[in-house]
């Protein structure tokens, strides 16, 4: 009979609450990124240090522009920080294009049912759209 492997104590929970996008203009952002998700964003709303866009599941989204960290220095990564679920790629794609946002990597597939691209928010953090 083999012996059960334990499995190690961490005080970390296997789940995530929420990703964090580094801003240098939050209002621009909030903006920004409420048009690509179709919603309604007042402005007079937005306040510094943080947006939380209103995301459905339990992931959220949180805009921060490091209004109280002076030293704080803005760096994109050229890698996706995160992705948004689609369901038709073709038309998000054409989506994005339409709105003038810079594709940073084209489409690629992966048999038939799954696809992505990579484009850029105003700070050109990298955001992949994909089908998964």
Known sequence: MEKEKAVPYTPIKNEMCGVFI??????????????????EVNPDN???????????????LTLDDHAFDKSFVHHSSPSPIFNFRVTDIDEAYTYIKGKGIPIVREMEWVGDDFAWFNFADPDGNVIMACTC
């Open 22 to 39: 580094h801003v240098t203009d939050l209002k621009k952002s909030a903006q920004w990124y409420c048009d690509v998700l179709g919603l």
């Open 46 to 60: 937005v306040e510094s240090p943080v947006f939380n866009v209103p995301i459905n599941g339990v992931t959220g």
